[in-house]
Nanobody
Framework: QVQLVESGGGLVQAGGSLRLSCAVSGRTSSANAMAWFRQAPGKERQFVAAISWSGGKTVYADSVKGRSTISRDNDKNTLYLQMDSLKLEDTAVYSC?????????????????WGQGTQVTVSS
């Protein structure tokens, strides 16, 4: 059974920064692409960023492009999301997700491993 546990969320002022982490444990496939999604109250889950298993390919949503960096350390079984220049609209529960294979995807329904999420709240 694969377990994903997010951390690093919290309350931050607009313009500030946060680094989210996702610890992966349990048995996984040899190669897993991973991603971050977010969901605000009353809104649909939204893609944020994805990274291939090798780390050679990254994809970002337009809303966070240029402000966020997704990375991974496979030796430490950890996924990261560095978020800078945070905006009020970034407020949401952020969840990490994984799927077998190297290629990235922006579709949440293609991911089979999910964490519980960590709350990010951006204040003015």
């Amino acid at each position: 059974q694969v377990q994903l546990v997010e951390s690093g969320g919290g309350l931050v002022q607009a313009g500030g920064s946060l680094r989210l982490s996702c610890a992966v444990s349990g048995r996984t496939s040899s190669a897993n692409a991973m991603a971050w999604f977010r969901q605000a109250p009353g809104k649909e889950r939204q893609f944020v960023a994805a990274i291939s298993w090798s780390g050679g390919k990254t994809v970002y949503a337009d809303s966070v492009k240029g402000r966020s960096t997704i990375s991974r350390d496979n030796d430490k079984n950890t996924l990261y999301l560095q978020m800078d220049s945070l905006k009020l609209e970034d407020t949401a529960v952020y969840s990490c997700a994984g799927r077998p294979g190297n290629d990235v995807s922006t579709a949440h329904f293609l991911y089979t491993y999910w964490g519980q999420g960590t709350q990010v709240t951006v204040s003015s």
